[in-house]
């Protein structure tokens, strides 16, 4: 390898409000859309558009049948189609400055199911690293083409999304060879950062304006559980809101340590990840994958259904491209939240799109063979099943000490043999350990801002 590229990028403060970046670097961002491979688009990680506003829509409760309102954060918007790529970034610009990773040094290993790893692949295509992603062999080939075309190697392992583990053994055993950096996302915790400031703030902005103003629960499935961090912030603003972490009923690890093969790309990893703080953690809901490929069916493919049912033609067109499957099962637990909670029209529920449509075609190719048969008789009924009768069942109370226990035992189940002490993993039972850590955002700013000037 040769030194390409120099390490250069946004602080975290500056992918939480970009306005804060000086006037050049913000024109240069600003040109770079036009050019996905053009650096500065290191710039444009952020939650917001072109109006400094936070992406996102709140649903129509012609979709929702309920009465509190449904806020989806949009991910796609993101360079590269997913707010994965910020965590590969924050992970991979620490590692710059604290002086672990240089480019033409080390060949950067992002294990992954996909949006992690397409997001790795972009960032060291635009900071100068090669790259290998580590997946499953049975993921979207949507998945595997972004990485390619973005230039990283894949290194596949075998199973679908419920064998992950397998992806952080294999990391694991070429983190043997010194030349290799591992971008842990399961457990390096510039993820954590990532989401707590980044996502978590830009939630709290969100629903500004939008019934009282609040938010009363967070939803959102655990793969790394990274967008879970959001939640911290959340509640520290909004003290009663309720942070809820989704899961496959068909693999049901953090429910009651299932385990089981499922279609939901992007979550329900068969382990409590090591930067989940499950102290924060108040619910855990089981969703069917079946119902989120068949909700994404309906938004997709089923606008008629949609303008039959009273939603705004414009809305139901404006909501094709916007969510994949993890996306659609975001927002049936928040449907399922909303109910359980009881909440009414001023309430609000935040959840998260990680990516958009343009990665699941092939999804939904499967489906359709699955069904044999997808007329539009078939998909009004989906669409009662899966929207207007989403039910209760299968959601649990985690405030508990026993449940609490639970979570922190699965922690140690999968972690210790990857050689966490006890004594660490005991020290994430205390919510000073997640703020300390949230803390160093200032001091690596500092750095990050340093690097830049010494360019």
């Not at 954060?73 to 707010?83: D, I, Q």
């Not at 103003?213 to 790394?224: L, N």
């Not at 404006?318 to 996306?327: A, D, E, N, R, T």
């Not at 699955?370 to 078939?378: A, G, Q």
Request: negative net charge; proline residues 4%; glycine residues 8%.
């Amino acid at each position: 390898m040769e030194n390409r590229s120099i390490p250069y990028g946004p602080t975290y403060e500056e992918m939480l409000h970009p306005s804060k970046m000086d006037e050049e670097t913000k024109a240069k961002a600003v040109k770079a859309k036009e050019d996905e491979f053009d650096k500065h688009n290191l710039f444009n990680i952020n939650w917001r558009n072109e109006n400094n506003e936070v992406n996102k829509i709140v649903l129509p409760k012609e979709l929702t049948g309920i009465d509190a309102n449904i806020v989806v954060m949009l991910g796609s918007y993101f360079p590269s189609g997913s707010h994965k790529v910020g965590p590969a970034y924050s992970t991979l610009i620490e590692g710059c400055v604290h002086g672990d990773i240089l480019p033409g040094e080390k060949t950067i290993l992002g294990p992954s199911t996909g949006n992690f790893g397409i997001g790795v692949s972009y960032i060291c295509n635009l900071m100068g690293y090669d790259a290998i992603v580590i997946m499953p062999d049975n993921m979207s080939k949507e998945r595997y083409e972004n990485i390619s075309r973005y230039g990283a190697k894949l290194d596949l392992t075998p199973g679908t999304e419920s064998d992950v583990i397998l992806t952080l053994e294999r990391t694991y055993e070429l983190m043997k060879n010194p030349e290799n950096h591992s971008l842990a996302q399961f457990e390096l915790l510039p993820n954590y950062r990532f989401h707590r400031h980044v996502t978590g703030n830009s939630a709290i902005e969100a629903v500004k304006g939008i019934g009282n103003g609040r938010i009363a629960c967070f939803t959102s499935a655990p793969g790394s559980a990274g967008t879970l961090a959001a939640g911290d912030q959340i509640k520290a603003v909004f003290p009663e809101a309720k942070i809820a972490a989704l899961e496959p009923y068909e693999c049901s690890t953090l429910s009651n340590g299932g385990r089981g093969q499922h279609r939901i790309e992007g979550i329900g990893d068969k382990m409590c990840t090591l930067i989940h703080n499950v102290i924060t953690t108040d619910f855990v809901v089981l969703i069917e994958d079946e119902d989120c490929v068949k909700g994404l069916k309906i938004i997709h493919d089923g606008t008629d259904i949609l303008v039959e049912s009273g939603v705004d033609p414009e809305i139901a067109k404006q909501m094709i491209p916007l969510f994949g499957v993890s996306g659609i099962c975001n927002i049936l637990g928040a449907i399922k939240m909303a109910k359980h909670l009881n909440l009414g029209v001023d309430d609000n529920v935040l959840t998260i799109a990680t990516d958009g449509f343009n990665r699941y075609d092939s999804v939904l190719e499967e489906l359709d063979k699955r069904s044999l048969e997808t007329s539009h008789n078939v998909l009004k009924r989906w669409f009662g099943d899966v929207f207007m009768e989403a039910d209760t069942n299968r959601i649990f109370d985690f405030r508990t000490p026993e449940r609490k226990q639970q979570l922190f035992d699965q922690k140690e189940k999968d972690w210790i043999p990857f050689g966490y002490k006890k004594e660490y993993l005991d020290t994430m039972k205390d919510m000073s350990f997640w703020d300390n850590e949230y803390n160093k955002i200032e001091e690596i700013d500092v750095q990050i801002k340093a690097m830049r000037k010494d360019l």
